[in-house]
């Protein structure tokens, strides 16, 4: 839930600086952003997912729930 709440504030905050910075947006800044949500997103996919395919694969199958 903490992770909702900070990936939604953080919308709402990129949203408000593109609509009050626009005319700084260029190419580059914008796929210099891409790249660092991008690893944001693979990191916390890391950081999420992989203790949980650990612990299923530990259990052999069985609900790690």
């Given at each position: 839930m903490i992770?909702?709440?900070i990936a939604?504030?953080?919308e709402v905050l990129g949203s408000a600086i593109v609509l009050?910075?626009?005319q700084l947006?260029?190419?580059g800044v914008i796929s210099q952003l891409l790249?660092?949500?991008a690893?944001?997103?693979i990191t916390l996919?890391?950081?999420e997912l992989l203790p949980h395919g650990y612990a299923k694969f530990?259990?052999?199958g069985e609900r790690t729930h």
């Open positions: 992770f909702v709440s939604a504030g953080a009050v910075e626009v947006l260029n190419d790249t660092v949500v690893g944001i997103m996919s890391v950081i530990r259990t052999k």
